[in-house]
C-alpha cells in the first residue's frame, strides 16, 4: 500500500530580506530556495520521494523582501510498498497550498519550490 505524508509548515511566515534586490531570476531563486530549507531543514533528510510547494507573494508590500507564507511538504512513507511519482506529490502539494491559501483569504502564488531535493522554483520576470 502506498502512503503519502502531507506536512504543512506554518512557521514559514516571514520575509527575506535582499531578495528583491537581485537582478538574476536564478539568484532570486536559489537566494528562495535556500532560505526556506533552513527552516524546514527535516525535509532534506527525507530520502524518499518528495516535493514541496510554497505560497510566495512576489510583491509583498514589505520594505524587506518577498513575502513566504507557508510550505507543503509531501512525501512517500518509508513503509510503503513503492513510491509515489513526484509529479502525483508535486499535484497533491499545489493543490493544498492553493486551497490553503483559500481558506485563509492570502493573496499568494502557490509554486513548486522543490522536487526530490532539487530547486525547481522560478522567479517571475522583473
Not at 518577498?66 to 512525501?75: E, G, K, L, P, S
Not at 499568494?108 to 531535493?117: A, H, I, P, S, V
Request: aromatic share 8%; proline share 4%.
Amino acid at each position: 500500500m502506498r502512503i503519502l505524508i502531507i506536512l504543512a509548515v506554518a512557521l514559514m511566515t516571514a520575509n527575506h530580506a535582499s531578495l528583491v534586490q537581485a537582478d538574476e531570476k536564478s539568484k532570486t531563486a536559489d537566494g528562495i530556495y535556500d532560505f526556506v530549507m533552513e527552516r524546514v531543514d527535516h525535509y532534506g533528510s527525507i530520502f524518499e520521494t518528495k516535493a514541496m510547494a510554497i505560497c510566495i507573494d512576489w510583491d509583498a508590500p514589505t520594505v524587506s523582501g518577498i513575502q513566504i507564507h507557508q510550505a507543503f511538504m509531501h512525501y512517500t512513507d518509508p513503509g510503503s510498498d513503492g513510491p509515489i511519482f513526484v509529479g502525483k506529490l508535486a499535484q497533491s502539494a499545489k493543490y493544498n497550498c492553493k486551497k490553503w491559501a483559500k481558506s485563509e483569504n492570502t493573496d499568494c502564488t502557490c509554486q513548486m519550490l522543490d522536487k526530490n531535493g532539487k530547486n525547481v522554483l522560478k522567479a517571475p520576470p522583473r
